[in-house]
């Protein structure tokens, strides 16, 4: 079911925190919202948890299942974006995706359950409306690691992915580019999956963003067998120092190119909770700890998670809104210090209760 996407984004304004999304950073989430039709089934909303990084990124997820693919695909054949963007090469690629992606014949139809836009929400960024595309080959849009994850029908996979990269690239993909992200698919341990894969378009690179869940103990032997170039030790120490309060698994994202660029995010998980539970409070605390997040904007994130119920123009029953603080990004870039960024997600659920 598809629920109005500005009177969702007008549900949430009053839960937010204003030292995680300032009224300036939301107006640009609302702003960009605008270019998009009512097709969205979850949000996220990325925040720096730093002192002085005010700025808020955004994700929303279209959901093959809940029609969403439809709706988007019904929007771009109609011309409905602004003028802009009808023109831009890169949103006649996203079209291309979404044409086959809605093609029952098509490989992506089933192999694609769901897909996220991400806006990059800086300036140079805002004035494109670009958005980073990843897609999904499992069937969870909240990423909960409590759930396992699979690594059947890893060929058929792979192939879909080939696929999405030779609409969004629109050129041969290099052999060094294929034989890396091939690694990364045929070197995933028993119980790993590789949930997501990502085209930077916003970023104007051709580097493939993959994301990968492992447990905690193979993702060193995993980053070695597929020559990740960067410092090991340093994801060491992210992962000693904040898995111990982690809920399951843990997921790593990197880009992949010609070689295995040596950026990494190591995402840690909350997936469902809607309330507070202890490990989650020793987590933040280790992030203010060690000068990666306010003690404010701490203190915001425990009292982010939750539901309230909404009443939808033309319904006739209250809609549960739920909120959860899907997981916690420290990012590792060499020479730059780590970087914390919080996952906050939103989402309408039919509910009875």
């Not at 840690?268 to 020793?282: A, M, N, R, V």
Request: aromatic share 12%.
């Amino acid at each position: 079911m598809i629920w109005s996407l500005a009177d969702t984004l007008k549900f949430i304004t009053p839960k937010l925190s204003n030292e995680l999304v300032s009224p300036q950073a939301f107006s640009k989430v609302l702003a960009t919202a605008e270019i998009l039709p009512d097709a969205i089934s979850s949000i996220i909303l990325e925040c720096r948890l730093g002192r002085n990084h005010p700025r808020v990124d955004v994700s929303m997820c279209v959901i093959a299942s809940e029609g969403g693919r439809e709706v988007l695909l019904d929007y771009l054949n109609k011309m409905r974006l602004p003028n802009s963007l009808i023109a831009s090469p890169l949103w006649r690629r996203i079209h291309n995706f979404y044409t086959y992606w809605a093609d029952p014949t098509s490989l992506l139809y089933e192999s694609v359950s769901f897909i996220w836009f991400e806006f990059d929400l800086d300036a140079q960024s805002m004035k494109a409306h670009v958005p980073s595309f990843f897609i999904s080959l499992e069937d969870r849009h909240l990423p909960d690691f409590s759930i396992p994850s699979h690594r059947h029908d890893i060929p058929e996979r792979y192939k879909a992915v080939e696929m999405v990269l030779k609409v969004f690239l629109n050129r041969p993909v290099s052999s060094r580019l294929q034989r890396n992200l091939s690694a990364c698919f045929e070197r995933l341990p028993a119980k790993a999956g590789l949930p997501q894969v990502g085209v930077m378009l916003s970023r104007q690179s051709d580097a493939v963003r993959v994301a990968v869940d492992m447990p905690e103990d193979r993702i060193l032997e995993y980053l070695t067998g597929i020559g990740w170039t960067g410092q090991m030790s340093s994801v060491e120490e992210i992962l000693s120092t904040f898995y111990p309060c982690c809920i399951g698994k843990v997921l790593v994202s990197f880009n992949v190119a010609d070689v295995v660029l040596p950026n990494i995010g190591v995402e840690f998980g909350f997936g469902t909770l809607s309330q507070i539970e202890p490990k989650l409070l020793s987590f933040l605390d280790s992030l203010v700890e060690r000068g990666l997040c306010t003690l404010e904007k701490h203190d915001a994130l425990l009292s982010w998670p939750g539901f309230s119920w909404e009443m939808y123009p033309g319904d006739s029953w209250p809609t549960k809104l739920w909120r959860s603080l899907s997981h916690v990004k420290i990012s590792h870039q060499p020479g730059s210090p780590l970087m914390a960024k919080a996952y906050l997600w939103f989402s309408p659920r039919f509910a009875l209760f």
